[in-house]
Structures are given as C-alpha cells and as structure tokens.
C-alpha cells in the first residue's frame, strides 16, 4: 500500500489511506452556498464566494493524490431560473476564479476542460473560460472539468440528435450504435465514468448531473455546506469509498 505521508503526520486519516485504491474520477456536486450564507445572516452571493475557497482547497487535494479527473458541477441548465442578480454574481465569480488561479493551476499541471453549454454563458465569462482551457491543454495531471450550463438531459438529447445525423447522412446503421459509440457524443467523451460522486448540502438527489455516466458510480452524501467541505471531508469520502464493493451486477 502506497502512503504518502510520515509516520509522525498528524493526519490520521490521511495515513490510512489507500492510494492504490483511489478513485479515477470524482464528481462534485458544489451545493449549500446559500444555506451557509442564510446561517450566517449573509447575503446568497457571500456563500457563493466561500465556495470558492472550497473549490481551491478540494483541487489541490485532488492534484496532490494524483486524483485522475475532478467534475466540478458549477452552474446547472436549471439555475438560470434564480433571480438575474445572482446568475450575474455567479458568472462574475467565474471570471474572477479563472484569473486569479489559472497561472497556479498551470504551474500544477492541472488541465481545464469544461462539458455543458458554454456558448450561452456571458461573452466575458466565455472567454476567460477559453484561455484558461487553450492554456492548460497539453498539461497532463488532473483534469478539472467544469460543469457549466450543464444538464444530463440536455447532454443526452444532444448525443442523440448527433447520432440522428449520422444516420440521416448514411454514415451509420442503426444497428451500430452502442454503448460505446453513444458515448462519442457525449461531453465527457474520453473521461471515464465517476468512480465516487460527491454531494454536500444534505440534498439526496442528483439534479440532472451526469445522468448517463453514473450508471454504476457510488455516492456520498454529507450534511456540511459546500464553503465548509475541506481537505478532511474529501478524504473521509475516498474512504468511505474504499469500504465500498463494486460489484457492476456480478458476484464475487
Ligand atoms: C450551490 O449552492 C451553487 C450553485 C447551485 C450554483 P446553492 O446556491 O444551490 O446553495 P443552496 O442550495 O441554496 O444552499
Ligand atoms: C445543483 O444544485 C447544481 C449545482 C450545484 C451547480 P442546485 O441547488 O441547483 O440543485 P437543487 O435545485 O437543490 O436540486
Ligand atoms: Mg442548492
């Protein structure tokens, strides 16, 4: 068993875990930002800000274990529907996050990639999204895709209408379409599926997040809001998934 800390680490946890067993990808549902803020008599957008902190303390993590891939669920097809302020607030936050980290992120070889539907999103969120993805691309440690104006529905459907294509165009029979072939279309297209899905906030549900690809992950739930999930958090969930027996419908 590999370990990457000192026998005299403070980090008991740490120390038990198993970095054989990691998994490959973790996805992340970012939720409770407002419920943090209303504890705290603060306005929605100052736990929106906190989150961010989160965000960097979990990506870091994530690169130091050599954590493959991170899905970071940002801005759903849904949360257009919250009141223009705090889209704009969110949108606002994204840029700032990008410019402020991307360097660091570079200089950790992290690569930026994003699935959902970026072309709805505001010109200058766009294009700080953009450069921070043009500048990471050949970087070959953690790839963080952002999930933004991301929908699994909206994922689907658009896998399916590219498929439609090929088919009208005489480029594909129908009877070649499989399970690997439908997931060309998708926007994780080469990412595996998630091995451990995250979500804090106390919500047991999934919210249209990667419908197809969590066929067979396994989840972990947990009451902290998103601004209060720490480095701690994230590795009591990795460990909580190495007691998990995956068994993909066989037996063992
Ligand atoms: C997650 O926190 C951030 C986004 C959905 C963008 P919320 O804003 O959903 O916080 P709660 O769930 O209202 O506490
Ligand atoms: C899911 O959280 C979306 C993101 C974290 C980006 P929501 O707060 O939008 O989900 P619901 O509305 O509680 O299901
Ligand atoms: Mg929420």
Known sequence: MRNLFAKDSKKNDEENLNLDR????IAMIMDGNGRWAKKRGLPRTAGHKAGVEALREVIRTCSELGIGYLTLYAFSTENWKRPVDEVSALMKLLVYYLRKEVKELHKNNVKIRT???????????????????DLTKNNTGLVVNIALNYGGRNEILNGVKGICQKVKNNEINI???????FEEFLDTKGVPDPDLVIRPSGELRISNFLLWQIAYSEFWFSNIFWPDFNRESLIEAIMDYQKRDRRFGGIK
Request: glycine letters at 4%; aromatic letters at 4%; zero cysteines.
């Open 115 to 133: 699935i959902g539907d970026i072309s709805k999103l505001p010109q200058n969120s766009l294009k700080e999204i953009n450069s921070a993805v």
């Open 175 to 181: 009877e070649q379409i499989d399970e690997d072939y």
């Open 22 to 25: 990691l998994p490959k990808h």
